[in-house]
């Protein structure tokens, strides 16, 4: 079955980093868009990061620009999203997400999270001191 399980998330300090990873079962995530997602309390659910080209080039929201990177492991069949210099505004579930790629606008700069199908369970993120 198509699975996505999402880990790494946790409670770190304003500038510190933390390493979450999404594990896909049942499909190669080659295959397919890829996206990393958060939301807030209160808030809607924003794009972080995602994989849509065929070049494997990622796009990221300008608030996580030069902090965040997202990377395909295809061998792991994983993908991972090291966050550094964490704020206390990245505080948010965040969640892993895989959609077709013929849906998803690979021209955007923008990750859009209605153009997604298949989505994990979240991982916390919380940054405070």
């Known amino acids: 079955q198509v699975k996505l399980v999402e880990s790494g998330g946790g409670l770190v300090q304003p500038g510190g980093s933390l390493r979450l990873a999404c594990a896909a079962s049942?499909?190669?995530?080659?295959?397919?868009?890829i996206g990393w997602f958060r939301q807030a309390p209160g808030k809607e659910r924003e794009g972080v990061a995602c994989i849509v080209s065929s070049d494997g080039r990622a796009n990221y929201a300008d608030s996580v620009k030069g902090r965040f990177t997202m990377s395909r492991d295809s061998a792991k069949n994983t993908v991972v999203l090291q966050m550094n210099s964490l704020k206390p505004e990245d505080t948010a579930v965040y969640s892993c997400?895989?959609?077709?790629?013929?849906?998803?606008?690979?021209?955007?700069?923008?990750?859009?999270?209605?153009?997604?199908?298949?989505w994990g369970q979240g991982t916390q993120v919380t940054v405070s001191s």
């Open positions: 997400a895989v959609g077709d790629p013929f849906e998803v606008d690979s021209t955007s700069s923008s990750c859009s999270p209605f153009e997604y199908d298949y």
């Open positions: 049942g499909f190669v995530l080659d295959g397919y868009a």
